[in-house]
C-alpha cells in the first residue's frame, strides 16, 4: 500500500500548491468608470480603425473605458455573436456594434437587450423583419446614408461619362444591408438614363484580393467595360491593380466608396476617379457618446445619420 | 529518475489535456472576476458546442489516419438544405432529416473516393470542400436564408433545467460517439486502421467499406451542428463554417490524438475543444486585442501538442 499512499499524498500537495497559487493571485474588481464595448466587423481595414480613433478618443473625454473588439474574419458572424456574449458575461455596461450581418446578429441583440445593457448600431442597419420578429430593441442607430452615397456615385457617373458608360460593379457579401443599399443607390441613380448600363455585377465580398480576382476576369469578359462602381474602396483598389495588370490605366473610370487614405492617394495619382467619402471616427465618435447617455439612462435619438460626400480629385485634401 | 520525475510524467501522461485546461481555468480566475460564474460556464459550453461537434467527426477520421478538410463546407451545405427545407415548407422533422441525409451522404462520398478511389484524404477532401461551399452558394445565390419558426430555433434556445440545449445536444453526441468507438467492432475498426491498415487487412476486415463509413459519420457531424448553427443565428449562410476544419483540428490535437492515426479518444477532444472555447472566452472578458487572441491561441496549440510528446515516453 505505501507506494500508492505516497502517490495520494503527491496528489494532494500538487493540489494544494495550485490552489494556493490561484487563491493568492485573487485580486479585486477594477474601477467604476462605466465600460462601453465597441465590437467592429474587422480590425483589419482602415474604415474600422478611423471608427475606433474616433471612438476612443470620445471615450477618453467622457471619461468611460473602452473595450475593442472584432472577430478573426469580417465573415465570421458566430464568432461575432460569441464576442457579444463574451461581453454581456463581462458586465460591460453599453455595446456598440457593427453586425457582421443584418440578420445573423439579431439573437446576439436579443441576449444584450435580456441582460438589459443598451446596444448601440453602428454602420450597418440590423435586418427590420427579423429585428421585430425577434423582438430586438436598439437604443440608437448611427451610420451614413448609404442608399443616397450610391445615388451620388451615379450621379458622378452619368455626369462624367455624359450618360454613355458600361459599368462592372463590385458589390460586397451578399444580405448586407450597407452593399445592398449602395447597390440600390447606385442602380436607382443611373436608372433614368438608358446609356449607362450595368453589364456586370459580381461580389468581392469586400475584400482586396477579391475585387482585383473578379475585376480581372469581369475584363476579361466585358472588354467593353469604361467605368467600376465598387461597393467599398478596397475592392476599387483591387479592381485598379487589376486595370494597371491588364495595361489599362487611365482607360477605365474607377469610383469607390468610404474614401479611405489609399483611395485618396489613388485619386491622386489619377489611378482612381471618386470615392464617396463616410465619415467613421464621426460614427464612432456618436457612438460612443450615445452610449454613455443611454448608461446614463439620458435620451438617445433613434438614428443619427453621419454627413457623406463625394470626393474627387478636385475636392481632394489630405487628411 | 525520481519518484517526482515519474509521478510528473504519469499524472501528464493521463490526464494532461484536463489538467491544461484547469491550469487555464485557474489563470484566468485570477484575472477577471467575470469567468468563473455559473453564467460564464454555461456560456462558454454553449459557444464550445459547435466546434465540439464537428471535433466528433474529425477525431474518427484522424484516429483512422485521415483528414477531413470539407467540414466546414458540408456544414453550409446543410445548413442551406436544411434553411430551404424549411422555407418551403417541409416541415421542421423532415427538413432535419433531408439535412442529416445530406451530410452523410457528402461524407460517403468522401470516403468512397479515398477508400475505392485510392485519393489521398487531403485532396479528396480539398476538392468536396469547394464542391460543397460552391453548391451552398449556387443554391442561395450567396445570400443568407434566415427566419425560421420558434419550435426550430428552441434547438439551439432552449433549456433544460437551466441548461442550454446546445451542450445537452454535446455531450449526448459526445457519450453515443464515444460508446460506438470504445465498445463497437466498428470503434475498434477505426483504430485497427489508423494504427495498420494493411494488418487490419490482412486479419479480414473490410477496411474500405469501414473507412468509407468514417467520413460518412464526419459529414453526419457537420450536419448536427449545422442544425444548431442555423437554429442559433436564425440564419443558414453559404459561407458559414469557413476555417471550422482548423478549429476541429485543432481541438482533436490538443486532446492527444495523434495526427498519424490509431490514437486518441473523443473524451480528449471535448476537453480539447473547451480548451479552445475558454481560452476565446478568457481574452474576450479580459478585453485582450483580437491580433493577441491568435498568437496566444496558436501557441497553446503548439504547446498542448508538445506538452503531450513531452509526457509520452519515447518508444524503442
Known amino acids: 500500500m ?13 493540489l494544494v500548491m495550485c490552489t494556493a497559487l490561484v487563491a493568492c493571485n485573487r485580486g479585486g474588481a477594477g474601477g467604476s468608470a462605466p465600460r462601453i464595448a465597441l465590437v467592429l466587423k474587422t480590425l483589419n481595414s482602415p474604415f474600422f480603425n478611423d471608427m ?3 471612438a476612443q478618443a470620445a471615450a477618453t473625454r467622457l471619461g468611460v473605458e473602452l473595450v475593442v473588439q472584432a472577430a478573426e474574419r469580417e465573415i465570421d458572424v458566430e464568432r461575432q455573436m460569441q464576442i457579444v456574449e463574451n461581453l454581456i458575461q463581462s458586465g460591460v455596461n453599453a455595446i456598440c456594434l457593427t453586425p457582421s450581418g443584418s440578420k445573423e446578429v439579431v439573437p446576439a441583440v436579443v441576449k444584450a437587450n435580456r441582460a438589459n445593457i443598451p446596444v448601440i448600431i453602428v454602420d450597418t442597419r440590423l435586418d427590420r423583419a427579423a429585428a421585430d420578429e425577434a423582438g430586438a430593441k436598439i437604443g440608437s442607430f448611427t451610420g451614413s446614408d448609404n442608399y443616397e452615397g450610391g445615388r451620388l456615385a451615379a450621379q458622378f457617373v452619368v455626369n462624367q461619362s455624359k450618360g454613355q458608360a458600361n459599368v462592372g460593379v463590385l458589390e ?23 446609356g449607362v448600363r450595368v453589364v456586370a455585377s459580381q461580389p468581392g465580398n469586400w475584400e482586396r484580393d477579391q475585387g482585383f480576382n473578379v475585376f480581372q476576369n469581369m475584363l476579361q469578359a466585358h472588354p467593353e467595360i469604361d467605368t467600376v462602381f465598387a461597393c467599398n474602396d478596397v475592392m476599387a483598389l483591387g479592381a485598379v491593380e487589376a486595370i494597371r495588370a491588364a495595361g489599362r490605366t487611365g482607360a477605365i473610370r474607377v469610383v469607390g466608396f468610404d474614401a479611405i487614405d489609399d483611395a485618396r492617394k489613388a485619386m491622386a495619382d489619377g489611378s482612381m476617379a471618386a470615392s464617396v467619402a463616410q465619415f467613421p471616427e464621426e460614427m464612432g465618435r456618436i457612438a460612443v457618446e450615445n452610449a454613455v447617455h443611454a448608461v446614463r439612462g439620458e435620451a438617445v435619438p433613434p438614428e443619427v445619420k453621419v454627413r457623406i460626400e463625394l470626393v474627387t480629385k478636385d475636392n481632394l485634401t489630405a487628411r | 529518475m525520481s519518484g517526482w520525475v515519474r509521478w510528473f510524467r504519469g499524472a501528464g501522461r493521463r490526464f494532461g489535456t484536463v489538467a491544461g485546461l484547469m491550469v487555464l481555468c485557474a489563470i484566468l480566475w485570477t484575472l477577471t472576476p467575470h469567468f468563473l460564474t455559473v453564467g460564464n460556464a454555461l456560456n462558454v459550453m454553449e459557444q464550445t458546442s459547435i466546434n465540439a461537434i464537428v471535433a466528433v467527426g474529425m477525431t474518427y477520421v484522424i484516429i483512422s489516419g485521415g483528414i477531413d478538410l470539407s467540414v466546414g463546407s458540408l456544414l453550409a451545405f446543410s445548413g442551406i438544405v436544411l434553411a ?9 422533422p423532415l427538413a432535419i432529416a433531408a439535412a442529416l441525409f445530406v451530410g452523410a ?8 473516393g479515398i477508400a475505392f478511389g485510392r485519393l489521398p484524404p487531403f485532396i479528396m477532401t480539398l476538392g468536396m470542400m469547394s464542391v460543397a461551399r460552391g453548391a451552398a452558394l449556387l443554391v442561395t445565390d450567396g445570400r443568407p436564408v434566415s427566419g425560421f419558426s ?30 460506438v468507438l470504445s465498445r463497437t ?30 467520413y460518412g459519420v464526419s459529414g453526419l457531424a457537420s450536419a448536427v451542428a449545422a442544425l444548431l448553427l442555423t437554429a442559433r443565428l436564425n440564419t443558414a449562410q453559404p459561407i458559414a463554417g469557413i476555417n471550422y476544419e482548423l478549429d476541429a483540428i485543432a481541438a482533436t490535437v490538443i486532446g492527444g490524438t495523434s495526427l498519424s492515426g490509431g490514437e486518441g479518444s473523443l473524451g480528449g477532444t471535448l476537453v480539447g475543444a473547451l480548451t479552445m472555447g475558454v481560452l476565446r472566452n478568457g481574452l474576450n472578458l479580459l478585453g485582450v486585442s483580437s491580433f493577441l487572441q491568435q498568437l496566444v491561441i496558436g501557441v497553446v496549440i503548439i504547446g498542448a501538442v508538445l506538452t503531450d510528446a513531452l509526457f509520452k515516453e519515447k518508444r524503442p
Not at chain 2, 451522404?105 to 468512397?112: D, F, L, Q
Not at chain 2, 420558434?150 to 453515443?176: D, K, W
Open chain 1, 52 to 54: 475606433q480613433r474616433g
Open chain 1, 172 to 194: 460586397g457579401i451578399p444580405g448586407h444591408e450597407t452593399g445592398d443599399s449602395r447597390l440600390r443607390g447606385f442602380r436607382e441613380g443611373i436608372a433614368a438614363t438608358p
Open chain 2, 185 to 214: 467492432r466498428f470503434g475498434r475498426y477505426v483504430y485497427g486502421i489508423g494504427g495498420n491498415e494493411e494488418a487490419t487487412r490482412l486479419s479480414g476486415v473490410a477496411v474500405r467499406f469501414h473507412k468509407t463509413m468514417v
Open chain 2, 150 to 179: 420558434p419550435g426550430f430555433r428552441s434547438l439551439a434556445t432552449g433549456q433544460a433545467l437551466g441548461v442550454p440545449s446546445p451542450i445537452i445536444f454535446t455531450l449526448a453526441m459526445y457519450a453515443g460517439a464515444h460508446l
Open chain 1, 2 to 14: 505505501r507506494p500508492r499512499r505516497r502517490q495520494l499524498v503527491r496528489w494532494v500537495i500538487a
Open chain 2, 105 to 112: 451522404v457528402t461524407g460517403v462520398a468522401n470516403g468512397a
Open chain 2, 84 to 92: 430551404e427545407g424549411l422555407k418551403a415548407g417541409w416541415g421542421t
